[in-house]
């Protein structure tokens, strides 16, 4: 999958691309199924809220296949590279859970402001592929960006280590309401399989979800080889200390391995 | 006002009938200004969030003629008092805040669980009518509607104590999903001066507000005279006692002291 011209120059000024229907949900429904099962589990890569239900997990590319298979998807991987000009590798990768009733806010913040101060990432040359693995809705804590800020290069920031149970370096008030004044606020929606590619310096959070309905998204983060970290924080499988490019699997590859895999259940 | 026969059957199978632009930007403006001036004060009135943002301000049409003209308007009077087949005394009066980045949830209830449980009242023969003094955006902490669930009756409910700063009679997960399995979740969304009203036991709740926009919605309640409350377990500026029939005022009342009030002020 390449960018078209269009979708360029609208990354260039909005600083996101939205897919709709991305994968198909044969494709995707493997991941939801596998994904829940993972948020279930006890191991360390499993984060929880202060509520106890599961926040977010990491690293599930290591030890799960279908999720191995989604990090190395060329309907992923090969925009990045376009954009980047070079090869890329795994920074990050989280499902997120945003669970029913209990997900709880993921704040203002941009990501390369954490990649660059806890993980010492040279450039903003990298950024977070989001997969939507439930529908996401206006209702249950949908991801909100702000247009046009990643425009501002990386804005100062707070380490708010309080509000959740993930420490995350946060934009005060003054600034989140300075930008939404210049670009306001979206919050794209869509079917389970839709994808949504944002620049590291664009502003966005998400709130509670109240709601009955999940909304699980995987966020794979794919950084320029060249641009890899240089300073090692935290453990490495939140922050990957593994800079090997990635070789993109077949188109189809996700697709087999579900149906394969749903034979082999029946 | 007077609901035509098709609300009156959407009421009735929805418990809940939207009014879009009900009231003009140059009434609503007025309340707004008047609803930020009484949320800044310290009041006994006036609750505030756990972070020390304004909640909610009670009975504001006790102290203030612009909001107590909006209590006594005909076109939130007369729908009630045909609804109910008789007169309507104000059970309830608050301006929720649900300020910019700070407004916290309200979970999921029934508003007349909380009025048979703590004020006594006979029957659900009382609602809530909501004014949006700001614009409600899907992003903003809307309000967000159980379609149909007033159908159930008055559900088992919790005394929630600790969420949020406001005591509230609460529903599990397990109800609200199942009602919402049968009628799903809406959140009306609409410009200032948009008027909701909606039966007193259909479920119904508020995310937290994370964006820079505020979201003041009036809440008038009104119950049928014959219904008063027979407990007084609240303050009389919460759970009011003086059940006199609403003489409603002219219905450009509100625009007319909205417009003189201008004047006074230039």
């Given at each position: 999958?390449r960018?078209?011209?269009?979708?360029?120059?609208?990354?260039?000024?909005?600083?996101?691309?939205?897919?709709?229907?991305?994968?198909?949900?044969?494709?995707?429904?493997?991941?939801?199924?596998?994904?829940?099962?993972i948020?279930k589990?006890?191991?360390?890569?499993?984060?929880?809220?202060?509520?106890?239900?599961?926040?977010?997990?990491?690293?599930?590319?290591?030890?799960?296949?279908?999720?191995?298979?989604?990090?190395?998807?060329?309907?992923?991987?090969?925009?990045?590279?376009?954009?980047?000009?070079?090869?890329?590798?795994v920074?990050?990768?989280?499902?997120?859970?945003?669970?029913?009733?209990?997900?709880?806010?993921?704040?203002?913040?941009?990501?390369y402001?954490?990649?660059?101060?806890?993980?010492?990432?040279?450039?903003?040359?990298?950024?977070?592929?989001?997969?939507?693995?439930d529908?996401?809705?206006?209702?249950?804590?949908?991801l909100?960006?702000?247009?046009?800020?990643?425009k501002?290069?990386?804005?100062?920031?707070?380490?708010?280590?309080?509000?959740?149970?993930?420490?995350?370096?946060?934009?005060?008030?003054?600034?989140?309401?300075?930008?939404a004044?210049d670009?306001?606020?979206?919050?794209?929606?869509?079917?389970?399989?839709?994808?949504?590619?944002?620049h590291?310096?664009?502003?966005?959070?998400?709130p509670?979800?109240?709601?009955?309905?999940?909304?699980?998204?995987?966020?794979?983060?794919?950084?320029?080889?060249?641009?890899?970290?240089?300073?090692?924080?935290?453990?490495?499988?939140?922050?990957?200390?593994?800079?090997?490019?990635?070789?993109?699997?077949?188109?189809?590859?996700?697709?087999?391995?579900?149906?394969?895999?749903?034979?082999?259940?029946e």
């Open positions: 999958m960018l078209t011209n269009e979708q360029l120059k609208l990354f260039d000024e909005q600083g996101f691309v939205f897919f709709p229907n991305c994968f198909a949900e044969e494709e995707v429904e493997l991941l939801r199924i596998e994904a829940d099962a948020l589990t006890d191991r360390q890569e499993v984060w929880r809220e202060k509520s106890g239900a599961p926040r977010t997990a990491f690293a599930a590319h290591t030890f799960n296949e279908s999720f191995r298979l989604l990090a190395h998807h060329p309907r992923l991987v090969e925009p990045l590279r376009q954009l980047f000009g070079e090869e890329v590798y920074h990050q990768y989280k499902i997120n859970a945003k669970a029913a009733f209990e997900g709880d806010v993921w704040q203002w913040h941009q990501d402001g954490t990649w660059a101060r806890d993980d010492g990432m040279p450039l903003p040359r990298a950024m977070n592929i989001a997969v939507f693995l529908e996401v809705m206006a209702i249950n804590g949908p909100m960006l702000i247009p046009m800020s990643h501002h290069g990386t804005l100062a920031a707070g380490h708010d280590k309080l509000t959740t149970s993930y420490p995350l370096w946060t934009l005060d008030k003054e600034t989140v309401t300075r930008l004044a670009g306001g606020i979206v919050a794209p929606t869509g079917k389970p399989g839709s994808v949504l590619m944002f590291g310096n664009l502003v966005h959070a998400s509670p979800n109240i709601t009955p309905y999940p909304r699980k998204i995987v966020y794979l983060t794919l950084c320029a080889v060249s641009n890899h970290i240089t300073k090692f924080t935290r453990p490495d499988w939140i922050a990957h200390r593994d800079f090997t490019p990635i070789k993109p699997v077949d188109d189809d590859a996700l697709l087999a391995y579900a149906r394969a895999h749903r034979v082999a259940a």
